[in-house]
């Protein structure tokens, strides 16, 4: 397949320490020129920038060079969202659920920028807020009687001002929201509550019909300070602080556009200047809109996986537990190309965000290991994201990990299913085609089904529905007309629309790695932090191991890839490479199963050599990395219960001491690894243990001050 990525000339791309900007972008590659040097410039082609961004020292900002990025860069204190505590992270989200519906109701003229518009509609926007968060009434969940209603009470108009305010300057970004208190510092007043009222009429001069320019609005604004200075000058008073032409410029920027738009040139024009879609915006490059949705299946499963429903009894199989499945799914709107698929027990924010992943990566190995005739390459950066108002979308997970990837998220109203109506044709599409050819199929109502044995005739397990929705989706969808398409199949629209237009970069690795890795925490070591056996290291890891008091630092690990990991040393985030080589692309899964393996020939404490690992991995046969691909797309895969108690199993360290001396060439003899066992000098047989008490007790205490060296995880 052809890449073809797109940039803006307001990016920045560093990669090994360098900082570049993109000057030209052409159907072969890019030219890149030099951050600080100009004239120094570098050509790359889309095939090596796709592998440069899998590198762990490959950063990608988006829109770098904007002006509203870079005075965000002054103010906000993370990068990301979900680098917040969760007690911090949970009120932004919050917060910007309050200025969104403000927003909103403000479009609609339900709100007005006045304290008593603001009291009149402050319980239509409480409503309106709790919808969007998932609190209060439009909890997902019923609440039981005498249970408590946890329901968040919204600010006073001045403070929800002050937030829709500072949302607005700063492109819609959360980052605005995050507390001042969070970083600490001067929380005075830079002006006094007259001037603040003052410089605020700048606003009402600009949005008038005679519709004056911002100069003359800023000198009127201006003039106003002077005559209230010299008013006070009579009275004995203290003169204000006459802002400057830019402070003024600035306040004025925060004003709302649809206000002044409308006072300026009226409502109907401030309308049709600002059209919101009702059925959609058009859409013309891939990946530029990309819509998200949970939905039942019409069929009724075997809630387990085919090799336990081979090995149990009969009259197990009888009392085995059936019922319907929820699937996830993600389409690209304009080439109809599904980019993402995973079944679920109910819909819940760790698969909703497990299934957010999939859009950018190639999953033609899940393909493969379903037995596709076809590749399932169709991935990118999402321009923006559309959901429903689902418990699992509007949940602080999810939310935050949309946030943090800097992706737009829409969540259009719930009851007008046309505003995401690609993702619902989709869902038509599978029920009418794919579902009538199952066995067990609940139909579309109880009418439709009439007395058909849905619960009697199941018989498809989680592999096996797994198996034939990649088949029909990979194999069949996208390779048939599609009818919005005029007849092109989705996967010649990808083809042809990459070519044309390219697709949105992926996040890098270490922004992957952390807005989707699995959290946990790690104590310093000599050797840099442990993780599944794996010891990780960097420059930063070293030098908090030698001058930082905390022992502990956060990492975030990508269990498909365990080559390397995210450190969080102090308030940044550094890539770990694993010291012991070889691990690169390596699932968390084949690590633990070559380890089994090892494990079922050797003693529980024998030495676990880096090299004896890989050639376990290694052996791992086919089939087995097939079952372990799919296994992830269903709701077996795993947890982080399982990964924590994987981690409590195997606490011995690989060892790559034969890679380091020379890399020792592995013996052919099957002996070799084996501990060779000599009886003691002037003996014939190795002594047993005795429980005799005739000993010395100067033998025995001499015994016992005897030291014993171990290896130890944390020592």
């Not at 738009?261 to 959609?280: D, E, I, P, V």
Request: net charge positive.
């Amino acid at each position: 397949m052809t890449l073809r990525f797109r940039f803006s000339k307001s990016d920045m791309i560093t990669t090994a320490g360098v900082a570049m900007r993109p000057i030209e972008i052409t159907d072969a590659g890019g030219t890149f020129e030099r951050v600080g040097q100009p004239g120094i410039t570098e050509a790359f082609s889309h095939q090596e920038l796709a592998e440069m961004m899998r590198r762990p020292d490959t950063t990608y900002f988006a829109g770098y060079f904007d002006r509203a990025v870079q005075e965000m860069r002054l103010k906000k204190p993370v990068d990301l969202i979900s680098e917040l505590p969760e007690q911090i992270r949970r009120l932004v989200i919050w917060r910007k659920a309050v200025c969104d519906a403000f927003l909103a109701l403000e479009a609609t003229g339900d709100i007005r920028r006045t304290q008593e518009g603001y009291d009149h509609a402050r319980p239509r926007l409480a409503a309106e807020t709790q919808r969007r968060v998932g609190e209060g009434a439009a909890a997902p969940k019923k609440v039981r009687p005498g249970k408590d209603v946890i329901v968040r009470n919204l600010p006073g108009s001045r403070t929800a001002f002050q937030w829709v305010r500072s949302y607005q300057s700063a492109s819609c970004s959360p980052l605005a929201l995050i507390p001042e208190t969070y970083r600490s510092g001067n929380r005075e007043r830079f002006w006094c509550p007259r001037s603040e009222a003052l410089m605020n009429q700048v606003v009402e001069i600009y949005a008038d019909t005679q519709r004056p320019t911002k100069v003359q609005a800023i000198k009127e604004t201006q003039a106003r300070f002077d005559e209230e200075n010299r008013r006070r000058a009579e009275r004995g008073a203290p003169p204000l602080v006459v802002p400057s032409a830019a402070s003024i410029r600035r306040r004025l920027s925060m004003a709302d556009p649809f206000y002044l738009y409308a006072k300026r040139y009226g409502a109907a024009a401030a309308a049709k200047h600002f059209t919101l879609f009702s059925n959609g915006p058009d859409v013309v490059r891939p990946m530029e809109r990309v819509e998200m949705d949970e939905n039942m299946l019409d069929v009724i499963s075997l809630l387990t996986l085919t090799g336990i429903w081979d090995h149990l009894p009969r009259e197990r199989q009888k009392k085995f537990e059936s019922g319907r499945r929820w699937l996830y799914i993600a389409i690209d709107c304009a080439t109809k190309c599904v980019l993402s698929m995973r079944l679920a027990d109910n819909p819940n924010s760790d698969d909703a965000i497990r299934a957010l992943r999939q859009i950018f990566e190639d999953k033609t190995p899940l393909a493969q290991a379903a037995e596709c005739e076809s590749t399932w390459h169709h991935h990118g950066g999402i321009g923006t994201l559309v959901t429903d108002m689902g418990s699992a979308f509007t949940s602080d997970a999810f939310q935050g990990t949309v946030a943090s990837l800097g992706t737009t998220a829409h969540l259009p109203s719930a009851g007008v299913p046309w505003l995401r109506g690609h993702i619902e044709s989709f869902f038509r599409t599978l029920g009418h085609q794919l579902m009538p050819l199952l066995a067990g199929r609940t139909f579309f109502d109880t009418v439709e089904r009439g007395d058909y044995p849905s619960e009697t005739l199941a018989c498809l397990c989680d592999d096996d529905l797994i198996k034939i929705l990649l088949t029909f989706i990979v194999d069949i969808y996208h390779n048939q007309p599609h009818g919005s398409l005029k007849g092109e199949t989705p996967n010649a629209a990808w083809e042809r629309l990459v070519l044309e237009h390219g697709t949105p970069l992926v996040p890098d690795g270490l922004t992957l790695r952390k807005a989707f890795g699995r959290p946990m925490v790690r104590k310093l070591r000599g050797d840099g932090i442990l993780f599944a056996g794996l010891s990780y290291s960097c420059e930063a890891l070293r030098e908090a191991y030698l001058h930082s008091p905390t022992r502990e630092v956060e990492i975030r690990a990508d269990l498909s890839d365990i080559g390397w990991v995210a450190v969080r040393v102090g308030a940044t985030w550094y890539p770990a490479l694993a010291n012991q080589p070889g691990f690169d692309g390596i699932t968390f899964e084949q690590l633990r199963e070559g380890r089994r393996s090892i494990r079922h020939k050797h003693k529980r404490d024998a030495l676990l050599d880096a090299p004896k690992v890989q050639r376990a991995i290694q052996r791992i046969s086919e089939t087995n990395r097939r079952a372990f691909a799919l296994r992830e797309l269903t709701p077996f895969h795993m947890t982080d219960i399982d990964v924590a108690r994987s981690e409590a199993a195997l606490h011995y360290p690989i060892r790559s001491d034969s890679m380091r001396l020379g890399h020792i060439k592995p013996s052919d003899d099957p002996l070799s690894n084996g501990i060779s066992i000599t009886a003691p000098i002037g003996k014939g047989k190795l002594d047993a243990p005795s429980n005799d008490t005739t000993n010395p007790p100067e033998r025995r205490e001499k015994r016992e001050r005897r030291k014993h060296w171990r290896f130890d995880d944390e020592n």
